[in-house]
């Protein structure tokens, strides 16, 4: 389950990184860079922070593979698309939803504190999409009058909270996925 | 003593991180995160970069705690303070003064290297506020005509100078804390 | 081979960051801050992701020394140079060639996964380029209609190739080098 969330956190925030290099007209190497660094981003900074060191993808490079096929898809279907932006933001949104999930069990296993888990899985969901708006110079996902923050925030709570109450892991996930996707989905 | 520092440090900068997220007009989440952000942000680097993972407040998430009080007390209490900008300048000041001291310190300690324990004194005082000032888009501290990275160094240098003279920890804690609060006060 | 490339590659990119440095007139600290920061930011994040801590400049503290001596001589030459802009651009060509073979040269040796050489040979090589056109403010590298990730990804990629096909170290950096430069230097 957390590694199906995982792949899944990073072919969507793949694909809004890819997303942002379509909008500033990049060539085919530029859709690479933005789909790895908004993919694997917010996962390299929980790995180094927790110490697990060399990160994810250095361990298991099929995460890069996956970065570099969702760019090139990408690549060839992103001028068909009228509403990129809007797809851009609702991928983001479950790229959020599957991170918090993912950064809060590891944060968790990794600390056995529930406020670290909480701090991972916001950092996790978050960092991503802050670092492609950083690179990509477009106005930030953390200043926008939305739920942002708050919905990575909550289904890392959600999900530290289910697994405090001795839930089964899948539905610990279930739920951190569910809430954080409700929220920030009901926001945009 | 350098525990104290390093709260200090944590306290101040997360003052002026929800102090950031008050000029943006973030909701309380937004506070929490840049709080942390600003709190924990050099700190987390200086971690980082001499190899002492899990970081500090993984360890210790009394750290977080802290970030997430300060941000609440800001929330409530931000809109009764007419000179925000000031304030935040100021403490930002302290934090500078507290984390010169803490990152040469333990710059010093892992690596046994003056250069080093300068160079980890500077990045950890100045790292939390050019985070702060990159995610919250406002003109970064780096770039004013102002004295703050010389600050930062000034303050790591004495702290080193006196450890290598030999003086006992607390002083030389109070000369480098000392030495960069001058200057970056002056300079305001 | 690998250190003289890795000196080199702290070397110029450490003068680009001094050029930017003078670009914003900042002071003599403000020289050091932008060279260290430049010079060594790409390297840093290479180790960092490896897992190979304390990074190589803590280790090796002659790296700082080699960025203040740089910044010290760019600090009173470089109102004497007219081109400023067009040095840095250079010299940043000549960083990212270097840096891009060091890079995959070390993702290499550590992972054992040409996918992971070419990532961390791309990453090490634009880097320090990317955080010094963020904290000066400047329009970031990444975006300009130039060949530019694509380079250090071309450099890498010829060197990884090199090496498996068992060319001695020597003639692996001189081609993945040669690629790189040729590429971002035609494209400047």
Known sequence: ???????????????????????????????????????????????LILGQVPVFWVREPAYIVVCVVTAIVVFFTAHLIEWRYRLLIWLDAVGLAAYSVMGAALGLAASGSPTI???????????????????????????????YISAALAGA??????????????????????????LRGGAI
Do not use: H, W
């Open 1 to 47: 389950m957390l590694i199906v969330l995982n792949y899944a956190g990073v072919v969507v925030f793949a694909a809004t990184g890819a997303l942002a290099a379509s909008r500033k007209q990049l060539d085919l190497i530029g859709f690479l860079f933005f789909a790895a660094i908004t993919g694997v981003g917010g996962g390299t900074l929980r790995d």
């Open 157 to 182: 709570g959600a999900f530290t909270a289910a697994e405090a109450a001795g839930l089964p892991s899948y539905a610990s996930s279930a739920a951190g996925f569910g809430v954080a996707l409700a």
């Open 117 to 147: 888990a909480m701090v991972t899985g916001t950092l996790t969901a978050t960092c991503g999409g802050v670092l492609r708006d950083l690179l990509a110079e477009e106005p930030s996902v953390l200043l926008r009058p939305e739920i």
